[in-house]
């Protein structure tokens, strides 16, 4: 595996469900990113970690909770969706803070 | 007013034609422009990179930062079928505020 990874590449859950998303970066990067995108959006910033800590939680509900284990490894929980949640999630990664980030193919969450 | 205004399209040109993809801004602070580019069912990827006002070329693309105006272009020559995708805008203003603030992107179709 190369680059940035993500798994599932496709979800669809429950508004009561439980599940969570996985992003996996190959590139000994330190800071590691979670980004919304909706249709007819910007890209939305949710939150950034930094070694291993969280830098940045950009008002984001609490049904949403990052984890991130180690600089490689990046998960968002999730729990009690809500259907305006579908959106594609997306995971990015850079060396250090502001530098160049590098996307994975995102995994597209339809919340039912 | 939103930071990063794009206009989402769809544009559709045939091939060989010069696509011109552009961007304006509002943060006077913004000082690196970028350009992604993102495939369907993929996640956007860095195409090019520009610190401050100027002009940077990379083969048939080229990226245009006008500052005074807070204009920011994207210009393809000899655009072909591959370059079929979304292309997002991204403004940073650097330093320890790291965050990317991102057009909606516009959707680009080249007819063969």
């Known amino acids: 595996e190369t680059g940035v990874t993500q798994t599932p590449r496709h979800l669809v859950m429950g508004m009561t469900n439980k599940k969570s998303l996985k992003c996996e970066q190959h590139?000994?990067?330190?800071?590691m990113y979670w980004y919304k995108q909706s249709a007819k959006k910007p890209l939305e910033l949710m939150f950034v970690?930094?070694?291993?800590?969280?830098?940045e939680n950009n008002s984001v509900p609490s049904r949403f909770s990052p984890e991130c284990p180690n600089s490689s490894h990046l998960f968002l929980h999730l729990h009690t969706l809500q259907p305006e949640d579908s959106a594609l999630y997306l995971c990015?990664?850079?060396?250090?803070?502001?530098?160049?980030?590098?996307f994975g193919p995102g995994t597209r969450l339809t919340v039912l | 007013q939103k930071e990063v205004e794009q206009d989402p399209g769809p544009l559709s040109v045939p091939e060989g034609a010069i696509v011109s993809l552009n961007c304006t801004y509002s943060?006077?602070?913004?000082?690196?422009f970028m350009w992604y580019r993102q495939y369907s069912r993929k996640g956007p990827e860095l195409l090019m990179y520009t610190y401050s006002s100027g002009n940077k070329e990379d083969g048939r693309f080229t990226a245009q930062v006008d500052k005074s105006s807070k204009y920011i272009s994207l210009f393809i020559r000899d655009s072909q079928p591959s370059d079929s995708a979304t292309y997002l805008c991204a403004c940073d203003s650097g330093g320890s505020n790291y965050k990317l603030t991102f057009g909606k992107g516009t959707l680009l179709t080249v007819n063969p």
């Open positions: 943060n006077s602070a913004f000082q690196y």
């Open positions: 970690y930094n070694f291993k800590e969280q830098t």
């Open positions: 590139l000994g990067h330190n800071a």
């Open positions: 990015a990664s850079s060396q250090i803070l502001g530098d160049t980030q590098y």
